[in-house]
């Protein structure tokens, strides 16, 4: 028996045994969280799958705005307030997703698995037409997309697409479970080329060489035709960067 007896009636009280004066302290318990991979598993990712340091220092380093960035995280750290997640904490009364109905709205069926995400998906810069499968996990997709990219600016540039255009999609879903607003997969396209364009402006011009991101943009905002020119233009074709540009030219001569 080494438990100490006060010399004093007193009530018993909670202590925080993971510190020496026993009070609870946020970074503390976040600390005590990493080195328990039970509760990491338990209260973390929805994944088994533990992002590495560089693609931490990746998500931190998008020439995204803020809340975008903090998007991302909660994203990879199942962090959103989906309405499986709601559920698992008794918030709200049942998980299906409110757009569709038809499964638990986990972070992986909002963002790409619900019906109307996929001409998202394939209608942006991007164009993932089947970049998700059942099986995996928003973490794990991520990474197979920086893999599949060879240098960082161009990870940059894939994943700060991805983003913005998840945290369109997240609006747009808001919109419609709040403010009973229509999804609609253009304006979304449309607020998430904005975005990038945005942040491109404002964030990454030490991060992009001159000919690429940034160029490659200026391009789609700045073409014009050719002067005294007879342009032909094939519709529905989609160039890589110009996702306001609805057709591809064909042909383009002098008169
Ligand atoms: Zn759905």
């Not at 364009?197 to 690429?212: I, K, Q, T």
Request: charged share 20%.
């Amino acid at each position: 028996m080494t438990i100490p007896v006060p010399a004093v009636n007193q009530d018993d009280s909670l202590v925080w045994h993971h510190t020496k004066i026993g009070n609870f302290e946020v970074r503390n318990g976040y600390q005590v969280l990493q080195r328990d991979p039970q509760a990491r598993a338990a209260f973390g990712a929805s994944t088994s799958v533990q992002p590495t340091e560089k693609f931490w220092n990746l998500i931190w380093s998008l020439p995204m705005p803020p809340k975008v960035r903090n998007f991302r995280w909660r994203v990879c750290t199942n962090g959103l307030a989906t309405k499986e997640n709601l559920h698992r904490r008794h918030c709200a009364p049942s998980p299906p997703c409110p757009i569709c109905g038809s499964c638990p709205e986990s972070i992986e069926h909002l963002l790409f698995q619900c019906n109307w995400t996929r001409p998202v998906w394939f209608g942006c810069d991007l164009g993932y037409l089947s970049g998700f499968n059942s099986s995996s996990s928003a973490t794990q997709w991520t990474q197979a997309v920086l893999e599949s990219c060879h240098i960082d600016r161009d990870r940059k540039e894939c994943l700060g697409k991805a983003a913005t255009v998840g945290w369109s999609l997240w609006k747009a879903r808001n919109e419609w479970v709040f403010n009973q607003s229509e999804v609609d997969p253009m304006q979304v396209i449309r607020h998430a080329s904005f975005l990038w364009r945005e942040g491109c402006s404002v964030v990454a011009l030490a991060d992009f060489s001159p000919v690429s991101v940034n160029s490659a943009v200026q391009i789609c905002n700045r073409w014009t035709p050719p002067p005294h020119a007879q342009v032909d233009v094939l519709p529905g074709s989609r160039g890589r960067f110009g996702i306001r540009a609805y057709g591809e030219v064909l042909n383009a001569r002098l008169c």
